[in-house]
């Protein structure tokens, strides 16, 4: 069997490697959100934890209203909600930067 060689013209190798640079991008920029919000959400559980907690031990009508599950519930949907907000927030920011500002040399 015979290969074929098919010579790429000017057009699809600027193509490809503007396409290879917009993956870059797109990697980096949802790792940078992935990881802000992690760090966002972090700080957002150790925030709800604390006086969830302290108000389950010290507060008779949370005594009563707020077992294991109700608190972990209030913590969680705090961290998810961070989370979430946080990730969107740095993808629109970064879907507003021009292609050519994201490019790090």
């Not at 991008?25 to 990881?35: F, N, Q």
């Not at 389950?56 to 909600?81: D, E, K, V």
Request: positive net charge.
């Amino acid at each position: 069997m015979s290969k074929k060689v098919v010579a790429e013209s000017p057009l699809q190798r600027n193509s490809l490697a503007s396409l290879d640079q917009k993956l870059a991008m797109a990697k980096r920029c949802s790792h940078e959100g992935v990881v802000a919000g992690a760090k966002a959400a972090v700080l957002a559980t150790i925030a709800t934890a604390i006086p969830t907690m302290a108000s389950a031990r010290m507060l008779p009508w949370a005594r009563a209203n707020l077992n294991h599950t109700a608190q972990a519930l209030i913590i969680s949907t705090a961290y998810f909600i961070v989370a979430d907000k946080t990730v969107l927030a740095t993808a629109r920011k970064n879907s507003f930067k021009s292609p050519s500002s994201n490019i790090e040399a």
